[in-house]
């Protein structure tokens, strides 16, 4: 079994709706997508499998000493080290820009509960990176206008939907917010932009949907259709 083959079947446990959007994405660039929404759904799993702040902490550094290796080719055996190399050489990806999908669950390694400011921040700076790169990944950075700050509300958005406490009933309805004016303004984008976006722009969409039914959600089957439905029309 290859590496992308061995991180496309974790993938699928790790992250289902992830999994899914990433088989949109066009043959070239799929692998790419594998790799950076591997690396996103390990990591961001971590805060809530240690109950030690300080094991959360070492699991973390493990992440950045393994970015830290990668800048001289050593994989240290992974399977996502040998991706996240490949990546990097095919791309031309920086390893900095995967440090903000790690810097930013320090924050929840905090034993106490945290503000909606506080989840936003972290939403923020881990949504952003993550669909930046994401961008890069399928060659698509040139199809956005700098200052539209499209990027950011849907990133953010998208993050803060998967931060959403027990309870946190005000903090989904800023995520649903925050989805629906990105989804709008990509749905305003020309035919041509939106056809270059839409394989990473597809989660967005997806959590929108999720958002909009908060804390219902429909079946798996219903998402799937939406997602097949979004992928066909280039719409959000």
Known sequence: MS??????????????????????????ARDGLLTLYHFYADIARIPSLVSD????????????????????????????????????????LGFADFLPLIDGREAGLAPDGRTAD???????????????????????????????????QAGTGFELMRLVPAGGEAVAARARDLLRQACAQFNRLPRGQRKALLPVFLPIGL??????????????????????????????
């Open 3 to 28: 590496d992308f083959e061995t991180l496309r079947a974790e993938l699928r446990g790790l992250d289902g709706d992830l999994y899914l959007c990433h088989l949109f994405a066009p043959a070239p």
């Open 53 to 92: 702040p300080m094991v959360g902490a070492i699991r973390l550094q493990w992440w950045r000493d393994l970015l830290t290796a990668l800048k001289t080719g050593e994989t240290r055996g992974t399977p996502i080290g040998a991706a996240l190399l490949a990546a990097h050489q095919q791309r031309q």
């Open 118 to 152: 506080e989840l936003e921040a972290e939403a923020k700076l881990v949504g952003t990176a993550w669909l930046k790169l994401a961008c890069a990944i399928v060659n698509a950075e040139a199809e956005l206008e700098p200052d539209s700050g499209l990027i950011q």
């Open 207 to 236: 959590a929108r949907r999720q958002a909009q039914h908060f804390p219902h959600g429909k079946s798996l089957l219903r998402y799937q259709l939406s997602l097949l439905k979004m992928a066909l029309w280039g719409r959000l």
